[in-house]
């Protein structure tokens, strides 16, 4: 099992910057992929970005050229930078783990003004 930790959530302006953090727990030699998720109120959860193990990532087209994911092995951390920030990337943003199962943080909260 692992436990996942997210932090780094807040309000920013359109346009602005913010970097999520996942702090990450347990079986950590285990896990295959990791990633973002955010779920915006009304709407199903959706993939943001995904890191592999190898270092390999994926990006939905909404956040490509913007949005980064990285991996601090030595910090046992995940990480999510947000740049050129819209309204539409409203949610709350989920960490997750795969291994034998599907892991979840609790999530954290975006919120972009306009």
């Known amino acids: 099992q692992v436990q996942l930790v997210e932090s780094g959530g807040g309000l920013a302006q359109a346009g602005g910057s913010l970097r999520l953090s996942c702090a990450v727990s347990g079986s950590i030699f285990s896990i295959n992929v990791m990633g973002w998720y955010r779920q915006a109120p009304g709407k199903q959860r959706e993939l943001v970005a995904t890191?592999?193990?190898?270092?390999?990532?994926n990006y939905a087209d909404s956040v490509k050229g913007r949005f980064t994911i990285s991996g601090d092995s030595a910090k046992n951390t995940l990480y999510l930078q947000m740049n050129s920030l819209k309204p539409e990337d409203t949610a709350v943003y989920y960490c997750?783990?795969?291994?034998?199962?599907?892991?979840w943080g609790k999530g954290t909260l975006v919120t972009v003004s306009s």
């Open positions: 890191i592999s193990r190898g270092g390999d990532t």
């Open positions: 997750n783990a795969q291994m034998l199962g599907s892991y």
